[in-house]
Nanobody
Framework: QVQLVESGGGLVQAGGSLRLSCAAS????????MGWFRQAPGKEREFVAA????????YYSNAAKGRFTVSRDNAKNTVYLQMNSLKPEDTAVYYC?????????????????????WGQGTQVTVSS
């Protein structure tokens, strides 16, 4: 089992930045692909970013590209999402997710079904 805990959310003005962290306990994240998703009220959960376990393959949604950066520190069992130039439409609960062990990062990483473990989410609110 992998337990994931997100942190770093909060209230920020448009144009500001936040850095989300996802800390894992239980099993190691070092062989798992990791993803970030978000869900706004009344909307489906949507893909934000994903990173392979080596960190050499990264995917971003069109909304995140150029503004968000995903990274990981396997020694610390932690994944990060640096969010810059935030917009009100980025307001959502942000979730991190972990794949099964030794799962390569593929295009399926943009879908929630590619992940076996989820955190409880952290709220990000961007005011205009």
């Amino acid at each position: 089992q992998v337990q994931l805990v997100e942190s770093g959310g909060g209230l920020v003005q448009a144009g500001g930045s936040l850095r989300l962290s996802c800390a894992a306990s239980g099993r190691s994240l070092s062989s798992r692909s990791m993803g970030w998703f978000r869900q706004a009220p009344g909307k489906e959960r949507e893909f934000v970013a994903a990173i392979s376990w080596t960190g050499d393959i990264i995917y971003y949604s069109n909304a995140a590209k150029g503004r968000f950066t995903v990274s990981r520190d396997n020694a610390k069992n932690t994944v990060y999402l640096q969010m810059n130039s935030l917009k009100p439409e980025d307001t959502a609960v942000y979730y991190c997710a972990a794949s099964a062990a030794a799962s390569p990062l593929t295009g399926a990483a943009t879908q929630p079904r590619a992940y076996d473990y989820w955190g409880q989410g952290t709220q990000v609110t961007v005011s205009s």
